[in-house]
């Protein structure tokens, strides 16, 4: 298959297009989050890239309408000093998916491989104990008791479109919340960034556990092409479902409860 050309590309989805496709993947993933239940399947999704990515919009596009107690979202915060002496991946663990589950994993055992290797947060050494060692547990995973489906997505954005987020996000008092301690020394280290990603995918898109890349510049597309990927990749089908009726009001008890709430304090409505 060849690459995009990185100069030109489709047009930009107009709004109404691109919702009405996000409908109809969102409805279709309601289907697949049925199928997980009846069938007792297990799945990761891990969501890898750069600062400004878009893993953040990727994910709740994922997740808007699906049940949360199906579709989990993990987004650990930085390890305690406890968890600093644990085994590295340990930590992650507790928070794989049981039966009827699909865990999105919003970063993940794979900072070890960018922020924290680019950044000097972990040794040369434990860097590359983790490229070593994170291909067998990741096979672990997915061979060992029935297995758990893992579907890795690296989020690619382009030097230039990543500069126009951070600067659109120092702009808009509704972005800065987004702008982390990191996100601007990740600017200055663009291609240390890079050659951590190329590390990580060298050693670590295997057969059992395979990357996948996703050009994350058009958001829009970026998004439907994402949710698309999901569907292809975990095989399904519409689950039957019994007929429902709305029950009729019992009567036997009836009374004015509206007119029990009138000492009550109610909301202001100013809208």
Known sequence: MSK??????????????????????????????????????????????????GKGGMIKAITERVSPRVFRVVALPAP????????YMQRFMPHLPAAGEIVIFDRSWYNRAGVEHVMGFCTKEQHKSFL???????????????????????????????????????????????????DLPSRAKWFEYSR??????????????????????DKRRARLNCIRH?????????????????????MDHAYDDQATLEHRKFVRQVY
């Open 4 to 53: 995009p050309d990185k100069n030109s590309g489709p047009k930009r989805l107009k709004r109404k297009e691109y919702e009405k496709e996000l409908r109809g993947l969102q409805a279709r993933l309601c289907l697949l989050q049925e199928w997980v239940k009846r069938k007792g399947r297990r799945i990761v999704i891990v969501f890898e890239g750069r600062d400004a990515a």
């Open 80 to 87: 305690s000093d406890r968890e600093k002496s644990q085994t």
């Open 132 to 182: 070593e060692l994170c291909p067998m547990v990741e096979r672990f995973i997915v061979e060992t008791d029935g297995g758990i489906q893992l579907i890795k997505i690296w989020l690619e954005v382009s030097d230039r479109e990543q500069a126009r987020r951070f600067e659109a996000r120092i702009d808009d008092p509704l972005r800065q919340w987004k702008l982390s301690p990191m």
């Open 196 to 217: 951590a990603r190329d590390m990580m995918l060298e050693a670590t898109d295997t057969e059992a556990a395979p990357w996948h890349i996703l050009h994350s510049d």
């Open 230 to 250: 999901i569907l292809d990749t975990v095989p399904h089908k519409e689950v039957s479902r019994k007929a429902v009726k709305l029950p009729m009001r019992e």
